[in-house]
């Protein structure tokens, strides 16, 4: 997926994503190269997550078992 496609979704600028994505190539959480995004450290991006992640992600697997 190009830059475009995730900045219209969170509703921010492409410069931004190319920032955040850089930030978590750093961290070592993922790869990414053009077009694609490999997820290299889940936990680690977990706990970098806001901690509104794990309230979501409770809602949508009660939702969704």
Do not use: H, N, W
């Amino acid at each position: 997926m190009l830059q475009e496609f995730p900045a219209q979704m969170l509703g921010v600028r492409r410069p931004s994503v190319s920032v955040a994505a850089g930030m978590l190539r750093k961290a070592g959480f993922i790869r990414y190269t053009r077009g694609t995004v490999a997820i290299l450290g889940r936990d680690g991006l977990e706990a970098a997550a806001c901690p509104c992640y794990g309230v979501i992600k409770a809602e949508f697997d009660r939702l969704l078992p």
